[in-house]
C-alpha cells in the first residue's frame, strides 16, 4: 500500500499535515528535514500521526519541506511510493453564490431575448457585485476554517480589471462564478500528486523521484476542474495546484533539491506531464 501525506491546515511561516501510518523513528526524520536552512521547528504527534511544521517562508518553500518529508518517510518505508494531498471539503454553495447565479443567468437571458440596453447594463453590474460579494464569502469561510483560501478566489483579480474597463461584465461575471463555484458540481476530491522513489548516481548517493499528478479526472463535470485550473494560470499567473507548485520550486534552484542525509548529496525531480 501506498505512502500518504494530507494537508490539513497551513498558515503563512506553518503548516500541519497527517501522515497514513505513524513514524517508527522520529526524530530521524526530523533531523532529515530540517537539515534544510529555514525549517524552525517540528511537532509529531504520535496519536493523530500529524507533523506541526514551522518555518520562514523568505528561506524556504512549503513544497520543499513537503518533497523532502514525503521521501523521509518513504526511506523509512523500504522507498515506497508517497502521496501528497489536499482534501477539499465537500460545500454546499452559499445563499450569496446562488444569487449570484441568478442574477448572472437573468443579465444573459436579458442581453439573448429582451436586448434592453440600459436594463441590461443595470443587470450586469448587478452579476459583478454579488459575485464579487459571494467570492469574498467563500474566502472567508475557507480562511475560518482551514487558514488558508482556495486559489479560486484570485479569479477576483481577472473580474476587477474587466469591471474597470466598464464593457461587457456579464462574461467576467459568469468565468468568475464558474471558476469558484464550478467546482461543487464536480466528483474530484481535492489535488495531489505522486512520488515516486530510486537510488541513482555513484553508490546511490542521489535519489531521482518522479512527480506526477494523482486525481483524475472522470466526469463531464470534472471538466470545470480543468477549466479553472487553466483559466487562473493563463489570467493570474496562480499555480492552482500541488503538481505546477512542484514545478516551480524547482526553477526557483539552479539544478536540483538538496539531499538529506550525510550520504545523499542531491534530489532529482522529475515531471511527467
Do not use: C
Not at 485550473?229 to 526553477?251: A, Q, R, V, W, Y
Request: proline share 3%; net charge positive.
Amino acid at each position: 500500500m501506498d505512502l500518504s501525506i494530507y494537508i490539513s491546515h497551513n498558515l503563512p511561516g506553518r503548516v500541519r499535515f497527517r501522515l497514513s501510518k505513524p513514524l517508527l523513528k522520529v526524530e530521524k526524520l526530523k533531523k532529515h528535514v530540517m537539515e534544510h536552512e529555514g525549517i524552525n521547528e517540528m511537532h509529531y504527534a504520535p496519536v493523530t500521526r500529524s507533523m506541526l511544521v514551522h518555518f520562514d517562508e523568505g528561506v524556504v518553500q512549503l513544497q520543499e519541506i513537503l518533497i523532502r518529508t514525503a521521501l523521509a518517510f518513504s526511506l523509512e518505508n523500504d522507498i515506497k511510493p508517497v502521496h501528497i494531498t489536499r482534501k477539499t471539503e465537500r460545500q454546499f454553495i452559499t445563499p450569496k453564490g446562488i444569487l449570484a447565479g441568478l442574477s448572472i443567468i437573468a443579465s444573459g437571458l436579458n442581453t439573448l431575448f429582451l436586448h434592453r440596453a440600459p436594463f441590461q447594463k443595470s443587470l450586469e453590474w448587478l452579476s459583478v457585485i454579488t459575485t464579487s460579494a459571494a467570492v469574498l464569502e467563500h474566502a472567508g469561510y475557507d480562511y475560518r476554517k482551514k487558514g488558508s483560501v482556495d486559489p479560486e478566489v484570485f479569479s477576483l483579480v481577472f473580474l476587477a480589471n474587466r469591471a474597470l474597463s466598464g464593457k461587457n461584465l456579464l462574461f467576467p461575471s459568469a468565468l468568475t462564478w464558474l471558476t469558484t463555484f464550478g467546482r461543487h458540481f464536480s466528483s474530484k476530491e481535492g489535488e495531489g500528486i505522486l512520488l515516486e522513489i530510486r537510488k541513482t548516481g555513484e553508490k546511490g548517493k542521489n535519489y531521482e523521484v518522479n512527480v506526477s499528478k494523482l486525481a483524475s479526472k472522470t466526469g463531464y463535470m470534472d471538466l470545470l476542474n480543468v477549466f479553472a485550473e487553466k483559466f487562473l494560470s493563463s489570467e493570474t499567473g496562480f499555480d492552482n495546484t500541488i503538481f505546477e507548485k512542484s514545478k516551480t520550486l524547482l526553477k526557483s534552484h539552479k539544478t536540483n533539491l538538496e539531499g538529506i542525509g550525510e550520504k545523499v548529496n542531491r534530489i532529482i525531480l522529475n515531471f511527467n506531464q
